[in-house]
C-alpha cells in the first residue's frame, strides 16, 4: 500500500472546465509512486480532470500542482518533463509502424528514441510488434503499445484514459498486469480513469466522481463496496465476498 503523505497531484478547491466548469470545488490528493484509478459514470467529469493536468481543461478557480508546482507556473513544452498522457479513443494511425508511434512521444530534452521505444515495448512484453502497422494490431496489442508509448517517455507520471476498454478478459489483465508492474519496479504514478472495476480493485487508490464532485476517495477496500457504488451509478448494486475476492452483482426490481 503506498503511503499517502506523498502527492504527485494536488487539487485544491478547482473548479475545473472548458467554456465554463463541469467540476465543481474539488479537492483531492493523488499519491505517488501509486496506480490511481478514478471511476465514475459517463459525464461525471473523469476526463476532464485529466485534461486539466495537461493544461486542455481550464481551471477557473482554485489550484491545481503537478509535484508542488502550480500547474499555472508551468507552460506546455515544459509537461513532457512530469507526465506523458494517452487518450481513451484509438485512432488507426496510417502506413505508421509501432514503433514510429512509441516514438511520437516526447521527453523533457525532445523526441523518444528508438533504443527507448523498443526498449519500452520489450518491458510490456510486446517488443515482436515493433515492425508491425499499428492499424493492423488487435485493440488489446494496440493499448500496450500506447501504454508503451507513454512509458518511453521516462515521465513519473502517466495519464489513461480508459486503458481497459473495449478489451477482451485476456488483454484487459495483460495491461492491469503492465500498469502494475510499471508501478513496483519504476516507481512511476499511473492515473487511470474508466469503470472498470477490476482495475479499481488492483489499484492502491481509488477516486470515486459524480456529477463533478468527489464522492469518495481512498483504498480500494474502502471504496468497492454497495453503497458507494449503487450511490455513484445510480443503481441497486450488491458487492459479495466469495473467498477474498469482492464480486459484482445488479440488482433488479425482483431481487
Same mark, same amino acid.
Given at each position: 500500500?503506498?503511503?499517502?503523505?506523498?502527492?504527485?497531484?494536488?487539487?485544491?478547491?478547482?473548479?475545473?472546465?472548458?467554456?465554463?466548469p463541469?467540476?465543481?470545488?474539488?479537492?483531492?490528493?493523488?499519491?505517488?509512486?501509486s496506480?490511481?484509478?478514478?471511476?465514475?459514470?459517463?459525464?461525471?467529469?473523469?476526463?476532464t480532470?485529466?485534461?486539466?493536468?495537461?493544461?486542455?481543461?481550464?481551471?477557473?478557480?482554485?489550484?491545481?500542482?503537478?509535484?508542488?508546482?502550480?500547474?499555472?507556473?508551468?507552460?506546455i513544452?515544459?509537461?513532457?518533463?512530469y507526465?506523458?498522457?494517452?487518450?481513451?479513443?484509438?485512432?488507426?494511425?496510417?502506413? !505508421?509502424?509501432?514503433?514510429? #508511434? &512509441?516514438?511520437?512521444s516526447?521527453?523533457?530534452?525532445?523526441?523518444?528514441?528508438? +533504443?527507448d521505444? *523498443? $526498449?519500452?515495448?520489450?518491458?510490456?512484453g510486446?517488443?515482436?510488434?515493433v515492425?508491425?502497422?499499428?492499424?493492423?494490431?488487435?485493440?488489446?496489442?494496440?493499448?500496450?503499445?500506447?501504454?508503451a508509448?507513454a512509458?518511453?517517455?521516462?515521465?513519473?507520471l502517466?495519464?489513461?484514459d480508459?486503458?481497459?476498454?473495449?478489451?477482451?478478459?485476456?488483454?484487459?489483465?495483460?495491461?492491469? !498486469?503492465?500498469?502494475?508492474? #510499471? &508501478?513496483?519496479?519504476?516507481g512511476?504514478?499511473?492515473?487511470?480513469?474508466g469503470? +472498470?472495476?477490476? *482495475? $479499481?480493485?488492483?489499484?492502491?487508490?481509488?477516486?470515486?466522481?459524480?456529477?463533478?464532485?468527489?464522492?469518495?476517495m481512498g483504498?480500494?477496500?474502502?471504496?468497492?463496496?454497495?453503497?458507494?457504488?449503487?450511490?455513484?451509478?445510480?443503481?441497486d448494486?450488491?458487492?459479495?465476498?466469495?473467498?477474498?475476492?469482492?464480486?459484482i452483482?445488479?440488482?433488479?426490481?425482483?431481487?
Amino acid at each position: 500500500m503506498v503511503a499517502v503523505s506523498n502527492y504527485i497531484i494536488r487539487f485544491v478547491n478547482a473548479r475545473i472546465g472548458y467554456d465554463e466548469p463541469i467540476i465543481k470545488d474539488i479537492t483531492l490528493s493523488i499519491p505517488r509512486p501509486s496506480l490511481t484509478t478514478i471511476l465514475g459514470p459517463n459525464g461525471s467529469g473523469k476526463t476532464t480532470l485529466l485534461r486539466a493536468i495537461i493544461k486542455y481543461a481550464k481551471v477557473f478557480s482554485g489550484y491545481m500542482y503537478i509535484d508542488s508546482k502550480d500547474i499555472n507556473e508551468l507552460s506546455i513544452e515544459e509537461l513532457p518533463k512530469y507526465l506523458s498522457y494517452s487518450p481513451a479513443e484509438i485512432y488507426s494511425q496510417m502506413a !505508421l509502424t509501432v514503433l514510429d #508511434v &512509441v516514438m511520437s512521444s516526447r521527453n523533457g530534452d525532445g523526441w523518444v528514441s528508438g +533504443d527507448d521505444a *523498443l $526498449a519500452s515495448l520489450k518491458y510490456l512484453g510486446v517488443g515482436n510488434i515493433v515492425g508491425r502497422r499499428f492499424d493492423e494490431l488487435s485493440t488489446g496489442q494496440k493499448r500496450l503499445a500506447l501504454i508503451a508509448r507513454a512509458l518511453a517517455s521516462r515521465a513519473p507520471l502517466l495519464l489513461l484514459d480508459e486503458p481497459t476498454s473495449n478489451l477482451d478478459l485476456g488483454n484487459k489483465y495483460r495491461v492491469i !498486469l503492465a500498469l502494475r508492474r #510499471v &508501478v513496483s519496479d519504476r516507481g512511476i504514478t499511473v492515473i487511470a480513469t474508466g469503470h +472498470d472495476i477490476d *482495475l $479499481a480493485l488492483a489499484s492502491d487508490w481509488v477516486i470515486a466522481i459524480r456529477d463533478g464532485e468527489v464522492m469518495a476517495m481512498g483504498a480500494p477496500g474502502d471504496i468497492i463496496n454497495s453503497k458507494v457504488l449503487s450511490e455513484l451509478y445510480g443503481i441497486d448494486v450488491e458487492v459479495l465476498e466469495v473467498n477474498g475476492h469482492r464480486l459484482i452483482h445488479v440488482r433488479n426490481e425482483s431481487g
